[in-house]
């Protein structure tokens, strides 16, 4: 079978014209990325989004990396994942800011809804029936539009990542507040029930937001 590598040309097209589907003149955008977990070309894909953003107006940009409750990377590991330099990029582009998504810290989220009781009852076989607040980043909040830039890989877990999953630290901080014997039960039902289950969590999930 023959593959097609995209040229930077390609690409660059490519973005662009997704990015004319939104309205992002004078907008803030936030643009979540995996950890170094995960494997793609970031180091390309940074400075073609990052460029196609500002030409498409946008006022901010945020790059978060999703962690899930994964360690927060330091300067160097940024540095690597994105292949700059990340003092000298905040002193030549004022309007890149490039941040881990601090889960841990209950300052940095926002309760945007609850998993109500039934829900829980039905997506865990009856395990628990708890309610379960769904807290996000707040930088979900302050900004106008929220852009994915990451791998699409089969997953153990949610049958493929990217998609909802990367966008639910949301889902990792849901797991964290529900009551620790629950979830440790929940978890391995819902696991041993397969993708269909989580995925079905994480629309939940997403619908408050």
Known sequence: MTQTILDDGALVAIIAQGLTARNLRGQRVLVLIPDATRTMPMPRYFAIVRHALREAGAMQQTWMVALGTHPAMDTDA????????????????????????????????????????????????????????????????????????GPVFPHEVVGFSG???????????????????????????????????????????????
């Open 78 to 149: 940024l540095n690597r994942l994105l292949g700059c330099d990340l003092t000298q990029l905040a002193h030549d582009e004022s309007d890149v800011e490039v941040v881990n998504h601090a889960w841990q810290d209950p300052a940095t989220l926002v309760q945007v809804g609850m998993i109500d009781s039934d829900t829980m009852s039905r997506l865990s076989g009856g395990l628990s029936s708890d309610a379960v607040p769904v807290r996000v980043n707040r930088a979900v909040l302050t900004h106008d539009h929220i852009l994915i830039c």
């Open 163 to 209: 998609g909802t999953n990367t966008s639910s630290p949301a889902f990792r901080v849901l797991m964290s507040s529900m009551p620790p014997i629950g979830w440790e039960r929940c978890s391995r039902h819902m696991l041993s029930l397969g993708p269909p289950i989580l995925r079905s969590a994480l629309s939940s999930i997403m619908q408050l937001l």
